[in-house]
T-cell receptor
Framework: GNSVTQMEGPVTLSEEAFLTINCTYT??????LFWYVQYPGEGLQLLLK?????DKGSNKGFEATYRKETTSFHLEKGSVQVSDSAVYFC???????????FGTGTSLTVIP | EAGVVQSPRYKIIEKKQPVAFWCNPI?????LYWYLQNLGQGPELLIR????????DSQLPKDRFSAERLKGVDSTLKIQPAELGDSAVYLC??????????????FGPGTRLTVL
């Protein structure tokens, strides 16, 4: 079946550190891949997306590349800020349907 | 433009009591989703509507959960009777439509339910 596996948290980093949150997926066909972010007390917000292999999604300094050969979509940021503290969810969606499959989320805390 | 609105934000009830959650999607969004989010987990789809039609309710526990979207706009999710294990955050999301290569979902803030 379809599934998304994220690295477990929580992750704690110092400000300006490099961030990687791993995400791998299991799916048939060619899903679209997403990263969502959930700030405390708020709903999920789309952070970035990629719809086909080798696409790179980017937003707010975050990047992720759709790697079909490794079935991965790792999230990276070169220099994190305190304001990046949130829970990050990797997700996939098929174009033929409209159902999203979410990972379990990775909590990130950035300390000054 | 207003985002997805949910109410209440928090609800505490005793087990066996009924409870209802309300969602108003973004204006013009035809697709509406209800998700369940347990602590430390990602959202899990309960039901998806295309306009007023429930097109995917395979994960909705129909013995106690029900949902409606009568006019294809706002929606209500109900639990009757609630059980201790229903304590979770109930998220509503909407998107412009179904199909296509990509269709962004916009999430509401959720309703946090505590069943005592």
């Amino acid at each position: 079946g379809n599934s998304v596996t994220q690295m477990e948290g929580p992750v704690t980093l110092s400000e300006e550190a490099f961030l990687t949150i791993n995400c791998t997926y299991t799916a048939t066909g060619y899903p679209s891949l997403f990263w969502y972010v959930q700030y405390p007390g708020e709903g999920l917000q789309l952070l970035l997306k990629a719809t086909k292999a080798d696409d790179k999604g980017s937003n707010k300094g975050f990047e992720a590349t759709y790697r079909k050969e490794t079935t991965s979509f790792h999230l990276e940021k070169g220099s994190v800020q305190v304001s990046d503290s949130a829970v990050y969810f990797c997700a996939l969606r098929y174009s033929t349907g409209n159902q999203f499959y979410f990972g379990t989320g990775t909590s990130l805390t950035v300390i000054p | 433009e207003a985002g997805v609105v949910q109410s209440p934000r928090y609800k505490i009830i005793e087990k066996k009591q009924p409870v209802a959650f309300w969602c108003n999607p973004i204006s013009g969004h035809n697709t509406l989703y209800w998700y369940l989010q347990n602590l430390g987990q990602g959202p899990e789809l309960l039901i998806r509507y295309e306009n007023e039609e429930a097109v995917d309710d395979s994960q909705l526990p129909k013995d106690r959960f029900s949902a409606e979207r009568l006019k294809g706009v706002d929606s209500t999710l109900k639990i009757q009777p609630a059980e201790l294990g229903d304590s979770a955050v109930y998220l509503c999301a909407s998107s412009l439509g179904a199909g296509g290569n990509y269709n962004e979902q916009f999430f509401g803030p959720g309703t946090r339910l505590t069943v005592l």
